[in-house]
């Protein structure tokens, strides 16, 4: 009778002790063989993982599983209409799968791949993009679309996070129709501890001016990202962009340890433009200085037939300088019913040694909201707004008083 007890006894721990390995096995897999990355068939599985290798620095090549704080999925599978098929984890992006893996939403997740993606949907004469093109407004933002080998494509931007959805079962233009799916939803993981904190941007400033030693106003001066991680970082304070002041300084706030030795100045954002690097510029007080020789951007926009040019004045009609000037475009609500002002900026930049702001951005006669601000020696800011809305197709010109 002991004996059958003992054996017994022995038994049901065998069975427990495998029951309880089988609680902490979930289905994971890596992608590829050559390629670094994970797949989970839910998001269960997902967070069991994160449990597992909290602390872990790199898990599959992946470094920032353990400190997963959220995932965004489609809102259509937040509300109950599809189930998800499978999560891929890579270096670079996280994949959702849904509707038995016809749908793919993609988080691109390193920031200089997402702005080039999210450009990309902007230029005319790009080959991809020049395939069936098509736009609409969804929920309150821009979604762009277009084609290719394996379906239709949209692309769009929700705060500082860029999104692709794909649609395998669609082919074809005439056969596009996801755009209410265009809407992404996070929830929350476990990944982050109460002690851990994101990594810090330091500040870095780039001073350019002409031959002459003269400051250039409204130079774009744009860092890239080389690397892939994305670890756990404190993105509220980060510029990886900035537009020269009257003293021809832009002040970045990057992640040094991310960022490469090139940088790249504008004359008009994102367009053309020098490359420059760093490690060879000379440094003085902490400030990068590089020699612009290119067209002053001021004669580059006197030459636009599409342009916007303001000159600030005082109540002596002397200039204001180092003004700071931003301009939002009022979203696809021409009645001026609901004032419901949209990131990102249309034009931004500063009022030079004579009061002039100026930009070259392209403008579509929609209205446009000018925030100015004004620092003063001891810091404190003083903003105005103006209400102005410029014409297509033509030259704006505007005095404005200070």
């Given at each position: 009778m002991s004996r059958s007890l003992s054996l017994l006894t022995k038994t049901a721990a065998a069975v427990l002790l495998i029951g309880s390995m089988n609680m902490?096995?979930?289905?994971?897999?890596?992608?590829?063989?050559?390629?670094?990355g994970v797949e989970y068939d839910s998001v269960a599985d997902l967070e069991n993982c994160i449990k597992n290798h909290k602390g872990k620095r790199k898990h599959s090549g992946i470094s920032y599983i353990s400190s997963m704080e959220r995932l965004f999925i489609p809102q259509s599978v937040a509300d109950g209409k599809y189930e998800i098929s499978s999560i891929e984890l890579t270096p670079t992006a996280i994949h959702?799968?849904?509707?038995?893996?016809?749908?793919?939403?993609?988080q691109i997740l390193s920031s200089s791949m997402a702005r080039d993606e999210y450009?990309?949907?902007?230029?005319?004469?790009?080959?991809?993009?020049?395939t069936n093109p098509e736009s609409k407004e969804v929920n309150g933002r821009m979604v762009?679309?277009?084609?290719?080998?394996?379906?239709?494509?949209?692309?769009?931007?929700?705060?500082e996070d860029v999104f692709i959805l794909e649609n395998f079962a669609e082919k074809g233009s005439e056969n596009r129709n996801s755009y209410h799916l265009c809407q992404a939803s996070s929830i929350a993981l476990p990944g982050k501890s109460k002690t851990e904190k994101g990594a810090q941007p330091k500040p870095r400033k780039v001073q350019v001016v002409d031959k002459e030693g003269n400051p250039v106003t409204n130079l774009c001066v744009k860092t890239t990202d080389y690397t892939d991680s994305v670890a756990p970082?404190?993105?509220?304070?980060?510029?990886?962009?900035?537009?020269?002041?009257e003293n021809g300084i832009a002040e970045l706030c990057v992640f040094e340890q991310d960022i490469s030795d090139v940088f790249d100045v504008h004359a008009i954002a994102w367009e053309g433009g020098e490359h420059y690097s760093f490690r060879k510029s000379k440094q003085a007080d902490g400030v990068y200085?590089?020699?612009?020789?290119?067209?002053?951007?001021l004669k580059t926009v006197e030459k636009e037939k599409e342009s916007v040019i303001m000159r600030f004045t005082d109540k002596e009609q002397n200039p204001v300088v180092g003004l700071q000037v931003a301009a939002y475009r009022e979203a696809d609500d021409l009645s001026h019913k609901n004032s419901d002002w949209k990131m990102p900026e249309v034009l931004q930049g500063y009022t030079d040694g004579k009061g002039y702001f100026y930009s070259a951005e392209k403008i579509d006669g929609t209205p446009l909201k000018f925030v100015v601000t004004k620092t003063g020696e001891s810091g404190k800011k003083t903003t105005k707004t103006y209400h102005i809305t410029p014409e297509n197709n033509k030259q704006n010109c505007y005095r404005m008083k200070w």
């Open positions: 902490n096995v979930w289905a994971e897999k890596a992608i590829s063989d050559s390629l670094p959702v799968y849904f509707d038995n893996g016809n749908i793919r939403l993609t450009k990309m949907q902007f230029e005319s004469d790009n080959e991809i993009y020049a762009y679309s277009t084609h290719d080998c394996l379906g239709e494509v949209y692309c769009w931007k929700q705060g970082k404190d993105r509220s304070k980060e510029r990886s962009y900035a537009y020269t002041d200085r590089v020699v612009w020789e290119e067209e002053k951007p």
